[in-house]
């Protein structure tokens, strides 16, 4: 292990430390907005800035050239009791204009004036043409070791530790778009290892779209808003985008994993990563083995049914990179094993006759197990999202030795498009000297000059050979580290603008997706085809839709159909006979129940020792509980309060994973329409405040656990809740309903609960 890496592991116990104590003050509710409470006056005594949360770290201090500085991350932060100009002048005032007199026109010699404006005029760059819209964390990766025999790379050798930044997003959004559109999401990790920095940029889908980089500009263009009316925002769910999907049919494969659950994660903590593309390992033999990297969420892989993802995005579009955050302040710190499928780097570059080179095609983990070689732990949430999140910069090509690009048509673009944009959108060349994109090994690398130059280079030969530098710097060989590509022969051939007849097969492996899906899933898929292909508004686009689905199952197409009014479309292709591959399927397991969230709605008067209890056991349990009720504020007797997260006019049932029920709420006075809509006179009636029966009828309806005690039975029987439906426990103890409930949450939803048809 080697002593650069220290402080991470170091930072990541400090973290751990601090969420304790705070857990220990009864502050583990996450969600405080600054490191102390705010004060009601305004405070007057100079001091100087408060230190970061707990749960926030900075990049690591490194110069523009990757040398470890030692200086403090708050020495690279604002500094000082008093307000400056950006040049360190200190400033009597920053609220009025210099003028000709109170009422007369302002002078254009107010200097800070002029620098405060134009820096408020250039604070935006222009965002990511795709995955505008990200979240992002700190993290260490540890190795297992299990990858030495495969690659020579430093950073996988047992025991090794490596400082990570991890960026999610949504791929069509623009920045100011919802988290929980249903949208593929990226998955991208920065590894700053002691060899320079390798990128691993992935997404939740192993698959692409499009076989070859040429093709990317069109199924981007055709996702995004028409460019006539710049609408709808974030949404696949439109003409332009499944008239290109259905007519380039390559997009089958994707297009459907889009459509399945895994379009619409539960967080982002519980999704899958992939490399999608195959990359080519060499180890120290200089023996070459073809590899996919998977990244697996220890908490598993959880999706929003689609009712609940829309209402979601109306009520907290920032719920995933909130839940993030949240998660990681309370001390949940995320974590995923990375793993590798393995392939023999054969001529053809095929496995059980998968073209290891088409990015649309899986290889099923049945025929290639997933190996697992290491575990990532995100631990830090940014200090600053522009500074890090907004402007890290993620590049395929950036490798380390032992890990090297394969012909794949659609990765070799990306090697050109990443430097390309970041150009752009980071002003220059100089990206790499941005904190967030620093090295953390050392950088000579004779490049000078350019937009936004922070090292300072010394020496006057920028180039090689030289000699009135030394020579320096000196190229380096295999044994001194070198980055060498694989020597891989390229077959002599012609010049085409073609693609292998292996690329044809655009449905064989959708059917495979199809067939490994549980019934469950069957029926999500068929509703998001059927809503996706409704909110088109050209027939021809619709009927191409079902000719599509037909290629894929005949069931599917016919559903759809159905909700569409239209005739089924017959199979222009003879359908394929796969086996089913059980790895695909989301369902049927248990998973741990960390930072999962726990509603517990009370009557604000009855059982609040039972609600203590409740709230000690969730906690206990490595989950997060709030409480609901009519008002906030706090509970029961000053020396023992509970306090209220949640009231019944700002919690919705998305917020919650499982809900218990402690009292019977009757109508709190502003459960009237005219003050909150989720109400209604027949439901007042009922003696129960509406907008718990709301929370509870929502909850249930999108297979979420509920659970009752004492008065709370009496809840779910105004709800319509039987206290025998599945996912559904009434009666006995607190302590044994929750119990109950844990082990519901295990299974994510209560999916017996609904009968599927398919």
């Known amino acids: 292990m080697s002593e650069k890496k220290n402080p991470v592991s170091a930072a990541a116990e400090k973290i751990a430390g601090k969420v304790k104590d705070a857990v220990s003050t009864g502050n583990e509710i996450p969600g405080a907005p600054g490191p102390q409470p705010a004060r009601l006056d305004e405070p007057t005594e100079p001091r100087g800035p408060l230190p970061p949360k707990h749960d926030q770290r900075g990049p690591e201090t490194v110069s523009p050239t990757g040398q470890p500085t030692g200086t403090p991350q708050d020495e690279v932060a604002q500094g000082g009791a008093y307000l400056t100009t950006a040049q360190g002048a200190r400033l009597y005032d920053t609220d009025h204009s210099l003028k000709a007199g109170p009422r007369g026109p302002v002078l254009l010699q107010d200097h800070h004036l002029r620098e405060k404006i134009t820096h408020f005029d250039h604070e935006r760059i222009p965002e990511r043409v795709v995955h505008a819209r990200g979240a992002a964390a700190h993290g260490v990766f540890r190795a297992y070791g299990a990858a030495a025999g495969i690659t020579k790379a430093a950073f996988l050798a047992e025991g090794a530790e490596t400082p990570v930044f991890v960026r999610f997003s949504t791929v069509l959004g623009s920045r100011g778009s919802a988290d929980t559109v249903r949208d593929t999401r990226g998955f991208a990790t920065k590894f700053y290892t002691d060899e320079g920095v390798f990128d691993l940029v992935g997404n939740n889908i192993p698959v692409f779209f499009v076989q070859d980089a040429i093709k990317f500009p069109d199924v981007i263009h055709a996702g995004k808003p028409h460019p006539d009316r710049e609408i709808p925002q974030a949404q696949s769910a439109h003409d ?311 290629n894929i199952d005949p069931r599917l197409c016919a559903h759809v159909a159905q909700g569409l009014g239209l005739p089924a479309q017959e199979a222009t292709v003879p359908l394929a006979s796969p086996e089913p591959s059980p790895a695909l399927s989301q369902l049927g397991h248990t998973w741990p129940v960390d930072g999962r969230v726990v509603g517990i709605v009370t009557d604000g008067e009855s059982a609040l020792d039972a609600v203590r209890q409740a709230r000690g056991a969730i906690l206990d349990a490595g989950m997060v509980p709030l409480v609901v009720a009519a008002s906030g504020g706090k509970l029961g007797p000053d020396g023992d309060p509970v306090t209220v997260q949640r009231t019944f006019t700002t919690a919705r049932s998305i917020e919650f994973d499982a809900i218990v029920v402690a009292g019977a709420p009757a109508p709190a006075p502003d459960a009237y329409g005219a003050r909150d809509a989720k109400t209604d006179a027949a439901a007042t009636a009922t003696g129960v405040d509406p907008r718990v029966l709301l929370l509870l009828t929502e909850a249930f309806r999108h297979g979420k656990a509920i659970g009752a005690w004492g008065d709370g039975g009496r809840v779910l029987e105004k709800a319509g809740l039987a206290a025998d439906a599945p996912g559904v426990v009434a009666g006995g103890a607190a302590s044994t309903v929750l119990d109950s409930i844990t082990e519901l949450l295990a299974g994510h939803r209560a999916w017996d609960r609904f009968t599927p048809a398919l």
């Open 240 to 550: 332009t985008f499944w008239d290109f999907v259905t007519l380039h049919t390559e997009a089958t494969h994707h297009t459907l994993w889009n459509m399945s659950d895994r379009g619409i994660p539960r967080s982002l903590r519980m999704m899958e990563g992939f490399g999608v593309h195959t990359f080519r390992l060499v180890n120290a033999a200089g023996e070459t083995t073809l590899v996919k990297f998977h990244w697996k969420p220890k908490l598993g892989v959880h999706s929003q049914v689609w009712e609940e993802a829309q209402i979601t995005s109306g009520m907290d579009p920032d719920f995933h990179r909130r839940d993030l955050a949240d998660a990681i302040e309370a001390g949940t710190f995320p974590q995923w094993e990375l793993g590798v499928q393995t392939f023999p780097d054969t001529e053809d570059q095929m496995f059980e006759g998968i073209d290891l080179l088409d990015p649309t095609k899986i290889v099923p983990e049945e025929l290639a197990p997933v190996r697992p070689i290491g575990l990532m732990t995100l631990n830090a949430n940014p200090s600053n999202y522009f500074a890090e999140t907004e402007q890290v910069a993620f590049h395929v090509g950036h490798l380390v030795p032992g890990i090297d690009v394969t012909d794949d048509a659609l990765m070799q673009g990306r090697l050109f498009s990443y430097v390309d944009t970041q150009i752009t959108r980071l002003g220059g060349p100089n990206f790499a000297q941005l904190p967030i994109n620093r090295t953390h090994a050392p950088v000579n690398d004779m490049l000078r000059d350019g937009m936004h130059q922070t090292a300072v280079h010394r020496g006057v030969a920028p180039y090689r050979p030289n000699s009135v530098d030394g020579g320096c710097p000196f190229v380096a060989g295999a044994d001194t580290g070198a980055y060498i590509e694989v020597p891989v022969e390229v077959p002599a051939s012609r010049k085409v603008r073609e693609a292998a007849a292996s690329f044809d097969d655009h449905f064989s492996q959708a059917r495979l997706f199809w067939l490994s899906m549980t019934p469950t899933e069957r029926e999500h898929i068929t509703a998001a085809y059927t809503f996706e292909l409704g909110k088109c508004w050209d027939q021809a686009v619709k009927e191409r839709g079902l000719k599509v689905l037909a």
